[in-house]
């Protein structure tokens, strides 16, 4: 089944992602980690759709996806990056992407945040993100999606927000990309679930490591 809703509310959190709020259908049940297939209501578009991950918690009334923008590819993105407030857009039936299995530890590389985000507010909302923690790796500070939510979600538990930038140098975040040594200098041991999402080559690297830990791992991999 296809729903037809609404832009609610568009929201800039870096120079190339958005959030996208929108209306949420009578009786649309979703869980944390579900994504969607999006097609924008146009013509020449309809049949173009893209899987996007859900960032709104199931008891939310509306639906947030965090997509981001490639301009250059003259696709689905780059016509969401003009899209406007009340435009419509269509939405598949909810798919489970990579599920939630309770607190762990979660990987991310960029946009490789947008799943984990209903399940951190899951998380937080029943009082167990205190046996959560976020390795998340961006190319920059201005790229770090949510930063400052992320960190008031963290605050008061040690090593619960580990930021590394891959393409700038800031001493108030680790620099380079995550490897063994870093990822054992902070990881909490032992692993209860791990997730991983990202680029390709993050995933994979993540995934070496995470298993050298006999720690198990869910894979959602969402290309650059």
């Not at 958005?18 to 999006?38: H, I, T």
């Not at 979660?106 to 205190?130: E, Q, R, Y």
């Amino acid at each position: 089944m296809e729903y037809r809703v609404k832009i609610l509310k568009i929201k800039k959190l870096t120079p190339d992602v958005k959030m996208f709020v929108l209306e949420r259908p009578e009786r649309y049940k979703f869980s944390p980690g579900d994504a969607v297939m999006l097609a924008i209501d146009k013509p020449n578009w309809r049949d173009k759709k893209r899987p996007f991950s859900l960032a709104s918690l199931p008891t939310e009334s509306d639906l947030q996806l965090i997509i981001k923008i490639y301009a250059e590819h003259k696709g689905v993105t780059n016509q969401l990056n003009t899209a406007k407030t009340n435009d419509i857009l269509i939405l598949s039936e909810p798919f489970s992407s990579i599920k939630y299995k309770g607190p762990g530890t979660f990987f991310a590389g960029g946009v490789g945040i947008a799943p984990f985000i209903s399940m951190l507010k899951l998380a937080k909302k029943d009082n167990t993100i205190k046996d959560c923690q976020l390795f998340f790796s961006n190319k920059t500070k201005k790229d770090i999606i949510l930063e400052s939510w992320l960190k008031k979600l963290f605050s008061g538990i040690k090593n619960g927000l580990i930021l590394t930038l891959t393409r700038e140098k800031d001493s108030k975040y680790l620099s380079g990309r995550f490897d063994e040594k870093t990822i054992k200098r902070y990881i909490k041991l032992p692993i209860k679930n791990s997730y991983v999402c990202g680029p390709p080559t993050f995933v994979s690297a993540m995934k070496e490591i995470i298993l050298k830990l006999n720690a198990h791992t869910q894979e959602l991999v969402m290309g650059e």
